[in-house]
């Protein structure tokens, strides 16, 4: 079991915006769908250890995001939808600082850097574009050794080189056991994407969707 999900909720304030009684994946790439607000971001954050909540998210059948959080946030990558970093910051130092926490091993940073085109190494977060940002926040969520990788809205903002290079290291980490969950709002379907299952998030839960 690669991620195992129970009795999760998540609220802001009052309004509850997630009740899990019980999600379970194995290996493979996972198709998380859902309206506008229907609270995907907030679930990826919350599988990703960056928001508090109630309830158990366990990885790899091992590691207990309460229990061990270190070795649980080493092992779960997360691309935001809209990344916001701060304006001083250079893509370069971004990259250098998530290796080394996610002990990302040699050479890996300036394969991803290859990969996505990513060529403002030294310029700061404040006069990238909006596509090199997103291309630099799906390059740090390749760092390390990942056993889930949540891209959230991966395709916004990339130009089609960037896109094809996206599709071609998610196939890449996949056959080398990384496990995947993406929210998009555009199909994969011509990507040459194998997803295994695809889910709906809707009235605050994750259901199966079978003819997609
Ligand atoms: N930090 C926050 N504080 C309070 N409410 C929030 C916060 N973040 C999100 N929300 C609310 O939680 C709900 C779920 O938002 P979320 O961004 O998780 O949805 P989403 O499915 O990712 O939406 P979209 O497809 O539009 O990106 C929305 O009603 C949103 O307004």
Same mark, same amino acid.
């Given at each position: 079991?690669?991620?195992?999900?129970?009795?999760?909720?998540?609220?802001?304030?009052? @309004?509850?915006? @997630?009740?899990?009684?019980?999600?379970?994946? &194995?290996?493979?790439?996972f198709w998380i769908q859902g309206e506008n607000g229907a609270?995907?971001?907030?679930?990826?954050?919350?599988?990703?250890?960056? @928001?508090?909540?109630?309830?158990?998210?366990?990885?790899?059948? @091992?590691?207990?995001?309460?229990?061990?959080?270190?070795?649980?946030?080493?092992?779960?990558?997360? $691309?935001?939808?809209?990344?916001?970093?701060?304006?001083?910051?250079?893509? &370069?130092?971004?990259?250098?600082?998530?290796?080394?926490?996610?002990?990302?091993?040699?050479?890996?940073?300036?394969?991803?850097?290859?990969?996505?085109?990513?060529?403002?190494?030294?310029?700061?977060? $404040?006069?990238?574009?909006? &596509?090199?940002?997103?291309?630099?926040?799906?390059?740090?969520?390749?760092? &390390?050794?990942?056993?889930?990788?949540?891209?959230?809205?991966?395709?916004?903002?990339?130009?089609?080189?960037?896109?094809?290079?996206?599709?071609?290291?998610?196939?890449?980490?996949?056959?080398? $056991?990384?496990?995947?969950?993406?929210?998009?709002?555009?199909?994969?379907?011509?990507?040459?994407?194998?997803?295994?299952?695809?889910?709906?998030?809707?009235?605050?839960?994750?259901?199966?969707?079978?003819?997609?």
């Amino acid at each position: 079991m690669t991620l195992r999900i129970r009795d999760l909720h998540q609220r802001y304030g009052d @309004l509850e915006i @997630l009740s899990i009684a019980s999600w379970e994946i &194995g290996e493979g790439i996972f198709w998380i769908q859902g309206e506008n607000g229907a609270g995907k971001s907030t679930l990826f954050r919350t599988i990703a250890g960056m @928001l508090p909540y109630t309830g158990s998210l366990v990885l790899d059948g @091992l590691y207990d995001l309460k229990k061990h959080p270190v070795d649980f946030r080493l092992r779960i990558n997360l $691309g935001e939808a809209e990344p916001l970093y701060p304006s001083f910051l250079t893509p &370069g130092d971004l990259i250098s600082f998530v290796a080394e926490a996610k002990k990302s091993p040699a050479g890996q940073s300036e394969m991803l850097i290859d990969a996505l085109g990513i060529n403002y190494l030294q310029t700061p977060f $404040g006069s990238c574009s909006s &596509g090199m940002v997103k291309k630099v926040s799906l390059a740090v969520s390749f760092l &390390g050794k990942p056993s889930v990788i949540i891209l959230d809205e991966p395709l916004i903002t990339i130009d089609r080189e960037a896109r094809a290079a996206l599709f071609a290291l998610i196939r890449e980490y996949r056959a080398d $056991g990384a496990t995947f969950l993406l929210s998009s709002h555009e199909a994969f379907r011509d990507e040459g994407l194998d997803v295994t299952e695809t889910f709906v998030l809707k009235n605050k839960t994750l259901s199966a969707v079978w003819d997609v």
